[in-house]
Antibody, heavy 122, light 107 residues
Framework: EVQLLESGGGLVQPGGSLRLSCVAS????????MGWVRQAPGKGLEWVSG????????YYTDSVKGRFTISRDNSKNTIYLQMNSLRVEDTAVYYC???????????????WGRGTLVTVSS | DIQMTQSPSSLSASVGDRVTITCRAS??????LNWYQQRPGKAPKLLTT???TLQNGVPSRFSGRGSGTDFTLTISSLQPEDFATYYC?????????FGQGTRLEIK
């Protein structure tokens, strides 16, 4: 059974930092791209970042470029999202998600974690 | 960035009804269109990929169609568990973008 377990969320002041982690199990982790998707309270889904299976290629939405860094450790079946210079508008539930098997195109997600809440407030 | 626009934003329907949700891309995305269902307090669930391919375990009352810029998700006979919010998502290019969501409510 595929499982994705996020951690690291919490309350942080504007300008602060947090590092999210996502531990995966139940599939061949090193064979799949992974991503982070967030959802602000009462709002829709927003893709944040993605990373290739080897970690060589990373992708970001414009609003987090230069502030967030995605990475992975395939020996630990874990991806990370380092979030710096946090803003009030980064407040959201952050979901870790597994990319589906595909031969072309870009990310779409067949398994999701339960999410971790990040609140940016003074 | 490719903008994804869903219509309607909300919809009231009854059990047994047939409903269709539309998703329009701001430029052609070929068939790189996926649909998700999200129930309150839960993570999204992938329903269809590549515009029309049903994921394993998704009931056959769900169907997707379209290519280029215009896509639809149809539920042929609504069941109580289908009342949720639905999102389209393009996987043609980065940044990946989602529609704003369609909330399907019980009439």
């Amino acid at each position: 059974e595929v499982q994705l377990l996020e951690s690291g969320g919490g309350l942080v002041q504007p300008g602060g930092s947090l590092r999210l982690s996502c531990v995966a199990s139940g599939f061949s982790f090193g064979s799949y791209d992974m991503g982070w998707v967030r959802q602000a309270p009462g709002k829709g889904l927003e893709w944040v970042s993605g990373i290739s299976n080897t970690g060589i290629h990373t992708y970001y939405t414009d609003s987090v470029k230069g502030r967030f860094t995605i990475s992975r450790d395939n020996s630990k079946n874990t991806i990370y999202l380092q979030m710096n210079s946090l803003r009030v508008e980064d407040t959201a539930v952050y979901y870790c998600a597994k990319d589906a098997p595909r031969s072309d195109g870009y990310f779409y997600f067949d398994y999701w974690g339960r999410g971790t809440l990040v609140t940016v407030s003074s | 960035d490719i903008q994804m626009t869903q219509s309607p934003s909300s919809l009231s329907a009854s059990v047994g009804d047939r409903v269709t949700i539309t998703c329009r891309a701001s430029q052609s995305i070929s068939k790189f269109l996926n649909w998700y269902q999200q129930r309150p307090g839960k993570a999204p669930k992938l329903l269809t990929t590549s515009a029309s391919t049903l994921q394993n375990g998704v009931p056959s009352r769900f169907s997707g169609r379209g290519s280029g810029t215009d896509f639809t998700l149809t539920i042929s006979s609504l069941q109580p568990e289908d009342f949720a919010t639905y999102y389209c998502q393009q996987s043609y290019t980065t940044p990946i973008t989602f529609g704003q969501g369609t909330r399907l409510e019980i009439k």
